[in-house]
């Protein structure tokens, strides 16, 4: 990322909203148009190889940064508040398990489960199984 010209990072930087529900979308377009702009991207997205340790410290001041405090509530912990890779991770994965698809598909697996009177462990079993397969 050191090789990046000032004025386009800036620029690039100042174009990231804060995260909301409302703008996941094109703020993993934005954030994602940085990572390939500091030539990143692959390592971001596949998760590794790890990212130098100057260039992990950066990417996680910046995604931080644009994160409101309910995101980074939501999203950070002490495993990854300190690695841009799990970071992006965790927020990848909150954001898609709140998209409107992904929902759906929950509550239809879920409206499929049958109720058994007489085999309640099925049902049980099945309805703990549901949350994990998504």
């Avoid at 050191?2 to 930087?13: G, M, R, S």
């Avoid at 804060?18 to 990572?35: G, H, P, Q, V, Y």
């Avoid at 410290?57 to 509530?73: D, Y």
């Avoid at 489960?113 to 309805?127: A, L, P, R, Y």
Wanted: aromatic share 8%; glycine share 2%; hydrophobic share 40%.
């Amino acid at each position: 990322m050191d090789n990046i010209n000032a004025t386009i990072l800036k620029t690039t930087i100042e174009a990231i909203p804060i995260l909301t529900k409302e703008n996941s979308s094109s703020w993993r377009t934005r954030i994602t148009a940085l990572f390939k702009l500091g030539g990143l991207k692959d390592q971001m997205v596949n998760g590794q190889p790890d990212l130098k340790e100057d260039e992990n410290t950066i990417l996680c001041a910046i995604i931080l940064s644009k994160l409101s405090t309910q995101t980074q509530n939501n999203v950070g912990n002490s495993e990854n508040e300190d690695n841009a890779q799990l970071l992006w991770k965790a927020i990848l994965k909150h954001f898609i398990l709140s998209e409107p698809s992904h929902q759906e598909r929950v509550y239809n697996q879920f409206s499929n489960i049958e109720f058994d009177i007489s085999n309640i462990e099925k049902f049980i079993t099945e309805k703990i199984f549901l949350p994990t397969i998504f």
